[in-house]
């Protein structure tokens, strides 16, 4: 994780316990949705260049 996002998990952590929510859960959920936007960003770049 660069720092940048390691910056925005703690933000998502903060905001969850803030919430009352599970901040492990909230950072787990962060990095999914991290790895799942740049494997979609991959394919539609690798996409483009066929094109």
Do not use: C, I, Y
């Not at 720092?3 to 905001?15: G, I, L, M, N, T």
């Not at 949705?33 to 960003?41: E, S």
Request: charged letters at 35%; a positive charge.
């Amino acid at each position: 994780m660069n720092p940048k996002d390691r910056d925005d998990a703690v933000q998502e952590a903060w905001v969850a316990h803030l919430e009352g929510r599970n901040p492990a859960r909230a950072v787990a959920t962060f990095a999914q949705r991290l790895r799942r936007d740049r494997k979609r960003t991959l394919v539609n770049s690798q996409a483009m260049e066929r094109v």
